[in-house]
């Protein structure tokens, strides 16, 4: 029995589909990510799922039961929204233990689990505030704080973390992890970020313009994705695709040359080629001219003009310097790393083999 399941999901807003037939089953204990870009659907997904909205076709249901048109009061469903939606006249203490109040809990359970929660998101010290007197990042946490209240059987999180500095953003994410497994419950949760989707992600959902792209275990589909749009929004930095035409056997761009492999009858190809995989200062690669670099910390990002084709780079800093600006630099590319899609429908059709 799964989680929560889609089935053939759309809505629309004045005539325009927001969501298109979106079947989506997230397995019961895991920790499932919905990726996409803004507007690719993701709130609209979970708001049919708590019930604040009824989809125009298809049906949900939620640990078997079909719940498409039950009131939001019959979902067993722990909801932390975009928006913070706080209670303005209550303190930050009642703001969180309010879903346990509409329960009926003990006062005392009420007050060990309030402070337990409060202690993992570092904010015991706001109690007796109001949400006037919190800034928005104190406020994001006072509402996924309200979140985990509830006794759920599906905790639904939508882009929670957005807006919280970076450090903060890394502690709760390991804490989020590792209240799944200590809850042994679902959670369902949505990001714009791809880094965040892949550092929390057991299952990954790719959304894009109200479309599911590709559903797969989340190394799976990072390693090997199945569609080019997969590869294009999960990963940072964004990986190269490439248009190419092929001929006699052969992807050709900007001076390389690689195999097809076999079966792959069609000439108009996309390739795809991770940035980790693109090998700056190769012995036999092929001559180009640097145009942009970013230092990021531990790694350098490297933007290279090969053959009139900008191509992006990432590697380890170790401590060496990144070549300067309009210098040259030699560009190399493994074949087996080329991943190779059909142009039309985006579906991954292997990789690229070494010439003979």
Same mark, same amino acid.
């Given at each position: ?5 889609? &089935? ?5 807003? %004045? ?8 079947? *989506? ?18 709130? =609209? ?6 019930? @604040? ?6 049906? =949900?249901?939620? !640990? ?40 009926? !809990? ?26 006037? &007197? ?12 309200? /979140? ?19 450090? @903060? %953003? ?11 497994? #200590?809850?042994?419950?679902? +959670? +369902? ?37 199945? &569609?080019?749009?997969?590869? #294009? ?8 695709? =490439? ?12 001076? +390389?040359?690689?195999?097809?492999? #076999? ?7 996309? *390739? ?23 230092? @990021? ?10 053959? /009139? ?11 060496? *310097? ?25 579906? +991954? ?6 010439? !003979?």
């Amino acid at each position: 029995m799964h989680a929560v399941e889609y &089935q053939s999901v759309s809505k629309a807003y %004045r005539g325009k589909r927001a969501l298109d037939q979106v079947s *989506l089953a997230v397995e019961e204990g895991s920790f499932t990510v919905v990726c996409g870009p803004p507007k690719a659907g993701k709130s =609209i997904l979970f708001r049919l799922l708590v019930g @604040l909205e009824q989809a125009d076709e298809g049906r =949900i249901f939620l !640990a078997g039961r079909d719940i498409t048109h039950a009131p939001p009061s019959e979902r067993n469903v722990g909801y932390v929204p975009q928006s913070f939606a706080l209670y303005p006249h209550l303190t930050v203490y009642d703001n969180i233990a309010y879903p346990l109040h509409l329960s009926g !809990a003990p006062r005392e359970d009420i007050a060990r689990k309030v402070d337990a929660t409060a202690g993992m998101l570092s904010i015991k010290h706001l109690m007796k505030k109001t949400p006037d &007197q919190l800034s928005g990042g104190e406020k994001q946490r006072v509402a996924v704080a309200r /979140g985990l209240m509830k006794d759920a059987k599906v905790f639904v999180l939508d882009d929670p973390l957005v807006g919280l500095d970076y450090k @903060l %953003r890394e502690r709760l994410m390991d804490e989020l992890k590792q209240l799944c497994e #200590e809850l042994r419950t679902t +959670f +369902f949760y949505a990001t714009s970020d791809s880094l965040e989707a892949l550092t929390l992600a057991q299952s990954l959902a790719v959304l894009d313009a109200g479309r599911l792209v590709e559903h797969a275990p989340a190394v799976d589909l990072y390693l090997e994705p199945q &569609q080019a749009r997969s590869l #294009e929004i999960v990963g940072f930095p964004r990986a190269n695709l =490439i248009d190419c035409v092929a001929r006699d056997g052969c992807a050709q761009f900007a001076g +390389f040359s690689f195999g097809l492999p #076999e079966g792959v009858s069609t000439s108009d190809l996309i *390739l795809g080629l991770r940035p980790e995989h693109v090998l700056v200062g190769a012995p036999e690669g092929l001559e180009g001219k640097v145009t942009i670099v970013e230092h @990021l910390g531990s790694e350098i990002v490297l933007y290279a003009d090969v053959g /009139g084709l900008s191509l992006t780079a990432a590697y380890p800093a170790s401590g060496q *310097l990144a070549p300067p600006i309009d210098s040259p630099v030699k560009i190399g590319i493994r074949a087996e790393d080329v991943m190779i899609f059909d142009n039309s429908s985006g579906r +991954f059709l292997g990789r690229c083999q070494p010439r !003979a």
